[in-house]
């Protein structure tokens, strides 16, 4: 079967080979073709020349046809949205399937002429448009995003295939009418349990380093949560300094943050690292730091907070999304509560609590492995496709 993939992702096109820029990299791609017999993904893209750093997603593109490029869909432009109606519903006619990623605008209008043109759809539903845009954009975010949230509820209530990233939140909030849907996570991980013994070695080096604390996330992210950690971080010197280190790792514009970073006197203690590729050099730096946060303003179930439980990190988030689900209750804090993720950055700091959290998150993010989470999708994917729809 072949299917075509919906969703806003900004992908970077250099001398006919497609780069990520974010949470969507070639693992992902790899996973879809465990499915399909080809994924063609319809996306927004721009043309960038690309020298090192970041991850390539599909290369040779002009041998086949796995792109097709549309137009950005957030603003107001009629011509836009029919150029996107007549190069979609031309790629739809040599399809089986279509995966919708939502919430998205291009998703939505993938859905829609997926529906007009009678294709089986599956709808992956990543995270929540009105915590993104209502509380953390610009006026017109602001007024999009009644309608976002609407459209997006409307499309899965109506979606007979319905794949969430978390087990409850997004489910409570963006119910299908349908039976046939699932918990389950994107994220590609695998457990090594030397892992564990390397991580234990590392966290008796302790008492001679400092401590190293990690965030990944897209740097022009007005929600990841920096500005917290920012100020997270200026407590944290004042009171220890010398004692903590700060790495960002992401792809995108990052001067609004290398800005903040020098209006704070931050410069020592943050480090932007940049892309790294996935998995091995992700795995390496993760292995490298002993704090992960996730100070986030709104998530849907990040993929970075599994993959680092997955090295043995300790990790700290906040109550956004499907965070609570994934991490030991007593390091979760409110959003936006400055003085409780500092504290608890205090109290993961102590050898016996890395240790305890180690053990822990491990093992937890052991029912997010490839093989826990294929099984589950085997059994959607059988369902959607060979079941009859209740």
Not at 142 to 171: D, G
Not at 277 to 293: A, E, F
Not at 365 to 390: A, C, I, M
């Amino acid at each position: 079967m072949k299917a075509i993939f919906f969703h806003d992702i900004k992908l970077i096109n250099s001398n006919e080979t497609l780069y990520s820029t974010g949470g969507f990299n070639k693992t992902k791609v790899d996973e879809y073709g465990k499915w399909f017999s080809s994924i063609t993904l319809a996306t927004r893209c721009k043309e960038e020349n690309i020298e090192s750093g970041v991850p390539v997603l599909v290369g040779n593109i002009s041998s086949k046809l796995p792109f097709l490029k549309i137009d950005n869909l957030s603003t107001i432009n009629v011509r836009a949205y029919l150029d996107s109606c007549k190069k979609i519903n031309n790629a739809l006619i040599d399809v089986d399937v279509a995966i919708v990623r939502l919430p998205s605008t291009i998703g939505l209008l993938g859905y829609t002429l997926s529906k007009i043109n009678k294709k089986k759809i599956i709808v992956e539903v990543v995270g929540c448009p009105w915590e993104s845009l209502y509380n953390y954009g610009g006026i017109i975010a602001k007024i999009a995003a009644p309608l976002m949230f609407l459209l997006t509820r409307v499309a899965v209530h109506y979606s007979q295939n319905t794949i969430y990233v978390t087990n409850k939140f997004l489910q409570k909030r963006y119910p299908s009418k349908y039976k046939n849907s699932v918990g389950c996570s994107d994220v590609v991980i695998e457990v090594d349990p030397q892992v564990y013994l390397e991580r234990l070695e590392y966290i008796k080096t302790l008492p001679d380093r400092k401590i190293r604390i990690g965030i990944m996330g897209a740097l022009g992210s007005e929600y990841k949560g920096f500005d917290q950690l920012f100020k997270c971080a200026s407590i944290l010197e004042r009171k220890f300094p010398g004692k903590y280190d700060i790495d960002i790792v992401g792809g995108g514009d990052g001067s609004k943050l290398r800005e903040s970073i020098e209006r704070l006197g931050l410069g020592k203690i943050v480090n932007i690292v940049g892309t790294l590729s996935h998995p091995v050099g992700i795995n390496k730096w993760l292995d490298s730091i002993d704090i992960y946060v996730q100070p986030s303003k709104t998530e849907g179930l990040p993929r970075a907070v599994i993959e680092a439980m997955s090295r043995g990190c300790a990790c700290i988030g906040s109550t956004a999304g499907g965070i609570p689900e994934l991490l030991e209750s007593d390091f979760v804090h409110q959003q936006e509560d400055v003085d409780t993720f500092t504290s608890l950055i205090i109290k993961a700091s102590k050898e016996e609590a890395l240790v305890k959290l180690c053990k822990r998150n491990i093992k937890e993010s052991e029912k997010y492995t490839v093989t826990s989470l294929d099984r589950k999708r085997s059994e959607f994917y059988r369902r959607s496709f060979y079941d009859k729809t209740e």
